[in-house]
């Protein structure tokens, strides 16, 4: 019994890393978001139509099947209006105001889902997950402007929240999907709505990018979208959609660091303790969920 728990752990441990390497990639949006001098749709539309393409070939080198049966179809068209649509609300809110402040306005979903998870998907309540969902929610007050809407960076905050909502609805029907679906060709499929919605758009406002554009829209295709987003699918199928949105609040620590080294950003104190309380609820979570893969009793349960 001990040894089949140690096992456990340690798949849960390679998990969670996989779980974090792809949020590292995923980070990288915000850099690159203010660094591309193109509009939000311009970059999420060519951005998902270069990740398509590279995840396309990805699924055709591994003998990944792309056919869907009907009812996956319609879930993926929707799961990818509300991706697109979460994309282009968080590319606005980075532009209007700093990695650190798009990032963790988009960082509410994890509150979000926690509450929404339950009612889509008939799961149990956790008063613990809406527990670490407040923490995330008092991490952002710390970087809440004026509330007004004159204020840039307060609509900022209300463009990474309409986001993060969008993210979480995605998150829970991605959620029953992956189980019976390969995330790779979920991905792909929804990369394709995003691209082919937007596609007309970029043709008829055509804007030719510089070369440090293409680098950088490549860099979100690949990295941050076929790789990121495939990890993250991937973790969706290991645990549940509140537990990886909660341990996801690594991606704005690590996306404030970047921004610090690549945009000089100024770091307030006020970031160190928004930050510190997200970082504080994935190190709660994840040391709960090793607990349980030992199938010891979670020292937090309610």
Known sequence: MGNSGDQNSEGVGKDIILL????????????LARSIQLSAIHIIGWRSVFAAIFLMLFCKWKGFSLKLEKQKFWMNLIAGVLLGVHWVTYFISLKMSSVAVGMLALFTF??????????ILKTKFSVFHLFLGILVLLGIYFLAPDLSLENDMFKAVLFGVFSAVCFSIRNIL???QVARANGSVLMTWQLIVVGG?????????????????????????????????????????????????IISGLQPI???ILGYIFLKEA????????????????????YRMFRVAKNKTPIFKL
């Open 20 to 31: 974090c390497v792809g949020l590292l990639f995923i980070s990288t949006t915000g850099v």
């Open 110 to 119: 994890p509150t979000i889902t926690s509450l929404l998870e339950p009612v």
């Open 174 to 176: 991605m959620k029953q």
């Open 197 to 245: 919605v937007l596609l007309p758009y970029l043709i008829w406002d055509f804007k030719r990018p510089s070369f440090g554009g293409v680098s950088g829209i490549l860099a979100l295709a690949l990295l941050a979208t076929a790789i990121g987003h495939t990890l993250f699918a991937y973790s969706l199928k290991k645990f549940s959609a509140t537990t990886t949105s």
């Open 254 to 256: 690590f996306g404030i």
């Open 267 to 286: 770091l307030e104190w006020n970031t160190f303790v928004g930050g510190g309380l997200i970082l504080s609820t994935v190190l709660i979570e994840s």
